[in-house]
């Protein structure tokens, strides 16, 4: 299959009303940056544009929160947004914004478009109006008590206390946040899209097309949509902040947020043309552009069904592929503003990144951790614990160690440069490795291509860990300690030295490698490890990667210098104080709830954990697995892999049971099993699941399990 002539790749507008968490950059902007650099490396025709969503309700709220105007407001989030992406190394070709005169002018014509086609409709309906502040009210507008749980505060589009989606209607003795006085309805029109003509299309595009290319989350919610009927959906609304309708007859009316701010991504095109002397058009009208966005799951059906519809309908192409993770959860709990129960760009950048001087390889440290607990197919969890297992255990201790290890010995071995290949004393470990390094780069390459960015970096680790493994069983410095002794013969003497030369040289080349294979997941390390090489960027183009002669023999290569440093315990915890510490009650919660990992209020030696409700417990996916094998984890005491049997597939579990049961005791017994876990590395070995143990009086464990045999797989409620 021929490549695209282009890609143009976009990432979800951010509104631009306060800080971004770290949610929100393992969501959208890492993975798409990482796409984009990988595209880059392969010489592709991309453009990576992104920019601030400056309309809609959410920006006059925070302007009131903030005693300002709503235009103060987007200048300032606008620029942190920007500069925040920029320090965690998140490379568009266009930052935009949506208040720019551009994008007005798009969105105006876009709307004029559709309208004089006649594929827009116009509908009276009722709606709430403030008599006091002389102003239809926008849902979040009005608050009340909420039908479901009796909140006196909920809005009119959501209950922050039970999470519910509400309409202003289901409340309960609504009343104007403006004036706080109780509105009254009013009739009003307004133009609207008609989704309803066009299931049939999306349900041939999504399901019939992309049904096997797609993300499972992200057919299975559009069909959820499609099956459920799809409605008109209004495109213009009463408010004063947004782009005025281009009709005499709107007075007073603006285009719906959701409506203009997905042409933003045109918009922007059309603003990185300008600036660069370019065509925008084939980048949103030639078949031969690859147009991909990637977002979030809460941004599904904007850009699955209702933003391809305005596209069909203007002529423009549609999206090849929408790429949407699913929620990152923080410490045990959903990430949460009102509580303030998140991690900020902004926070992690000024603990860690500007406190540091050449504070890249912390940028670096944070993208690797998202980007191995990435939420690709389920909601997963940053906890400090696990960002410093990663960053010591894997990319200090594994890595960082191989390269730093193949510079130290280089410069004490041979001198400082580059030593030559003796390609008839090759032996199969030598040639293993090789063959690894080749292999390599066409896994790695096809998960790329297939969104899967959490395994492409699994892949690098795993090949610098090959590479540590590789090293250590040729043990270089003995062979040169032997050379030291003087005992051995001449031809021994060349022969030792020779086979040093191979070990080093091929290790050299595998450090090349892995700085091509990491570059678009750690673009700051991949350019320190060249700085080191003496290499210039052109190396880094993927055409090289799998190349085992990338460093010339006799070349000289830099001292070593550490690419990472290790996080201490005293950091992690100072994080972990902060988060609780800072964190309030949402509206209508105890200070206590607010924190989800607070102390009991008494001592028990096992006490109750939080309170949840039934959902909370339904969200947990329990199945019956076979232990079809198991087997001890290297230098892990506490930790045994298993491979379990769940019916539809088998999974690896790493469990901390080994001082408990021998592998050979557990072959074959049924247990209860977690099997929606977010996927967690440990040892380098990536677990999928937790088996559920009971712990005795005395500390033994002991499995939790079905009374008879059952078939694998089978739920338990």
């Not at 909920?154 to 004036?179: F, M, R, W």
């Not at 285009?255 to 002397?277: E, M, N, R």
């Not at 790329?448 to 680790?461: C, D, T, W």
């Not at 990472?564 to 510490?581: G, S, Y």
């Amino acid at each position: 299959m021929l490549a695209p002539k282009r890609y143009l790749i976009t990432a979800a507008l951010p509104y631009a009303n306060g800080l971004k968490h770290i949610g929100h950059l393992a969501g959208a902007y890492l993975p798409a940056d990482i796409y984009v650099r990988y595209l880059r490396s392969q010489k592709r025709d991309v453009v990576f544009v992104c920019g601030s969503d400056e309309h809609g309700t959410a920006i006059p709220i925070q302007a009131m929160k903030e005693n300002t105007t709503p235009q103060a407001i987007i200048d300032k989030y606008h620029g942190i947004i920007k500069s925040n992406f920029e320090d965690m190394g998140i490379s568009f070709d266009i930052y935009h914004r949506t208040s720019s005169p551009l994008h007005h002018e798009t969105s105006r014509e876009f709307f004029t478009v559709l309208n004089n086609a006649g594929e827009l409709e116009t509908k009276e309906t009722e709606q709430y109006f403030d008599e006091s502040a002389k102003t239809f009210l926008a849902d979040r507008y009005i608050k009340g008590t909420c039908p479901n749980c009796g909140f006196p505060g909920a809005y009119g589009d959501q209950c922050e206390k039970c999470g519910t989606a509400l309409s202003p209607d289901e409340l309960i003795n609504p009343v104007s946040t403006l004036s706080g006085q109780p509105p009254v309805k009013r009739k009003t029109t307004h133009w609207y899209l008609p989704l309803n003509r066009h299931e049939a299309f999306l349900r041939q595009w999504i399901i019939g097309d992309h049904s096997q290319d797609w993300r499972a989350n992200v057919v299975g919610q559009c069909k959820s949509w499609i099956d459920g009927g799809l409605q008109p959906r209004a495109v213009t609304r009463d408010l004063d902040w947004g782009i005025k309708v281009p009709l005499e007859s709107a007075a007073g009316k603006v285009l719906y947020v959701w409506f203009d701010a997905p042409i933003g991504y045109i918009s922007a095109t059309k603003q990185w043309a300008t600036d660069s002397g370019k065509n925008w058009e084939p980048y949103w009208q030639d078949k031969d552009t690859k147009l991909v966005h990637f977002i979030g799951k809460d941004n599904i059906v904007f850009h699955c069904i209702i933003f391809p519809v305005m596209l069909k309908l203007h002529g423009y192409i549609l999206p090849d592929n929408v790429p949407s993770n699913e929620f990152l959860n923080l410490e045990g709990d959903k990430m949460s503003t009102s509580r303030n129960w998140k991690l900020d760009m902004q926070d992690y950048i000024d603990d860690f990144v500007k406190k540091e001087n050449g504070g890249a390889p912390l940028v670096d440290a944070l993208r690797y951790y998202l980007t191995q607990i990435a939420p690709e197919t389920k909601d997963s969890e940053f906890t400090w614990k696990g960002f410093q297992d990663a960053v010591n255990n894997e990319l200090v201790a594994i890595f960082g160690n191989f390269v730093n290890r193949a510079f130290v010995l280089m410069h004490k071995l041979t001198s400082g440069k580059v030593p030559p290949l003796h390609q008839d004393l090759l032996d199969d470990k030598d040639q293993g490795l090789i063959a690894d390094i080749q292999l390599a780069k066409n896994r790695i390459e096809s998960l790329l291509e297939a969104y899967k960015f959490r395994e492409a970096q699994f892949e690098v680790i795993d090949l610098a860990r090959k590479g540590n493994k590789y090293m250590q069983e040729k043990e270089p410095w003995i062979k040169a300690k032997k050379l030291a002794d003087g005992a051995a013969t001449a031809d021994e003497q060349q022969k030792a030295q020779q086979e040093i030369d191979n070990t080093l040289h091929i290790c050299l080349q595998l450090c090349a490698n892995l700085a091509i294979f990491m570059n678009p997941f750690l673009p700051n390390t991949a350019k320190k490890m060249i700085y080191l090489m003496k290499v210039v960027d052109k190396m880094l183009e993927w055409e090289n990667g799998g190349k085992i002669k990338l460093l010339s023999v006799g070349y000289s290569l830099r001292a070593p210098e550490l690419l990472f440093r290790k996080i201490e315990d005293m950091e992690i915890q100072e994080q972990i104080d902060k988060l609780k510490n800072n964190s309030v009650p949402a509206p209508g919660e105890t200070a206590e709830a607010a924190v989800p990992a607070g102390e009991p209020a008494k001592e028990v030696s096992n006490p109750v954990k939080q309170e949840i409700v039934f959902d909370d417990f339904a969200k947990i996916d329990l199945r019956v697995g076979t232990i079809i094998s198991a087997e001890k984890v290297e230098k892990a005491d506490k930790l045994l892999k298993l491979s379990v049997d769940l019916g539809f597939e088998t999974r690896t579990i790493v469990s901390g049971i080994a001082l408990h049961f021998k592998p050979e005791e557990i072959t074959g017994k049924q247990v209860v099993v977690v099997v929606n876990l977010a996927p967690r590395k440990m040892r380098g070995i990536e677990s999928n699941g937790m088996i559920l143990m009971a712990e005795d009086g005395n500390g033994k464990l002991h499995f939790v399990r079905p009374e008879t045999v059952i078939n694998a797989g089978a739920g338990v409620s």
